[in-house]
């Protein structure tokens, strides 16, 4: 898709948010106070030289092995290259009111905002955790937590919630699976580089995923996986949506993270149970027992945790563009690539349908206002 050439001021903005992504481990408070008093690019320019504001001298120590480190282009070049896109504070699509519990999460380990995140997929973050439900639970898990997953997420989407998720093994692959399979919308948070696929025999996954829906992350391309880095991105989970459901975790699951993040932001929190003498489910019974999480038998139940004074009645559906197409249709959308454009042969290729079958499709789906032709080829519009 072709847009306007940024301009220079627009392109140093970039540049400085893409350095500011990168010159601390996130997440840094004391960075985002800084730009926020100065804007990207002097806040950039004060922590390359290491010359800041009297009040911001707590952001020279987490800063200091990176400063002098600018990888901004290569960062740049290297999410472009996987379809990728930085957004931040100053965009449209960055999802404040969901983040904005981290910052007055201070008293937590991990604790802030993010400074900006790399997206990868066509769908907007905003408008992804406006209806979002966290779906997180076991890598180990049983066929009963995957067909529970895959049931409450495929009924959740139908709905036209978003289901949120880490792409992690087990609980949060099925869930990202059961809404792929539903043709609803679904989000990726990862603990590494946009441009990287972890674990890697997710690969396919995360490509699926980023799509139709959205893969995330704060740590700039490049960055491998460690497991801080899963502990700071369970909050982002929980942030970005309106409920944390919980299907399987054991006594030390990494889910029970997301679900302490889930109560320190004040987001709803359901566990599912499972077999009393079922050792991947001793977290959620221990939840539900205490009274920190509300047990859950199905979708319903997870809207009600959402509005409880609702009556269990689904949010209002958001049209997605896709909605009512054929299935030739919707197989020529999915081959067409989040960026650039393909030409018939490859098109027919890539959906596997008779080149027949992909110009009818193209033709409706042209006067739908979904796809575009131009002397590239055919690609989605935005």
Not at 280 to 299: F, P, Y
């Amino acid at each position: 898709m072709t847009g306007p050439v940024p301009s220079a001021a627009d392109e140093r903005e970039a540049r400085a948010w893409a350095y500011l992504a990168a010159v601390a481990e996130p997440p840094c408070g004391p960075v985002r106070d800084l730009v926020a008093e100065l804007g990207p690019v002097e806040a950039a320019r004060a922590i390359r030289a290491r010359s800041v504001p009297d009040g911001h001298t707590g952001v020279l120590e987490p800063t200091a092995a990176r400063a002098g480190t600018d990888m901004t282009m290569a960062h740049l070049e290297r999410a472009h290259g996987v379809g990728a896109r930085l957004i931040t504070p100053d965009d449209d699509e960055w999802p404040a009111w969901s983040l904005l519990p981290l910052g007055q999460a201070t008293t937590a380990a991990r604790a802030g905002e993010p400074v900006a995140l790399w997206v990868r997929g066509p769908g907007r973050l905003d408008t992804a955790a406006a209806a979002a439900v966290a779906m997180v639970g076991a890598r180990a898990s049983t066929s009963y937590g995957d067909h529970v997953a895959g049931d409450l997420t495929g009924d959740l989407v139908t709905e036209s919630w978003t289901v949120i998720s880490g792409a992690a093994f087990g609980i949060d692959a099925a869930a990202h699976r059961s809404a792929l399979a539903g043709r609803g919308e679904t989000v990726a948070v990862l603990a590494c580089g946009i441009d990287r696929d972890y674990p890697a025999a997710h690969s396919t996954l995360l490509t699926d995923i980023a799509r139709t829906g959205l893969v995330i992350t704060e740590y700039p391309p490049g960055t491998t996986a460690a497991k801080h880095r899963f502990l700071a991105r369970n909050r982002l989970v929980a942030a970005l949506s309106s409920a944390v459901v919980v299907v399987e975790a054991g006594r030390r699951s990494g889910a029970l993270n997301t679900a302490a993040w889930a109560r320190r932001l004040d987001r709803p929190l359901g566990a599912v149970p499972g077999p009393i003498n079922s050792a991947t489910s001793v977290g959620c019974h221990a939840m539900i027992a205490d009274g920190d999480a509300v047990l859950i038998r199905d979708a319903d139940d997870i809207v009600r945790l959402v509005h409880p004074d609702g009556g269990g009645v689904p949010a209002p559906r958001r049209q997605r563009s896709t909605d009512g197409l054929t299935d030739d249709q919707l197989q020529v959308v999915e081959a067409l690539p989040s960026r650039g454009a393909l030409g018939i042969d490859e098109i027919v290729f890539v959906s596997g349908r008779p080149v027949s079958v992909v110009r009818t499709a193209l033709a409706v789906l042209d006067l739908k206002g979904l796809v575009e032709q131009d002397d590239q080829g055919w690609r989605l519009m935005r």
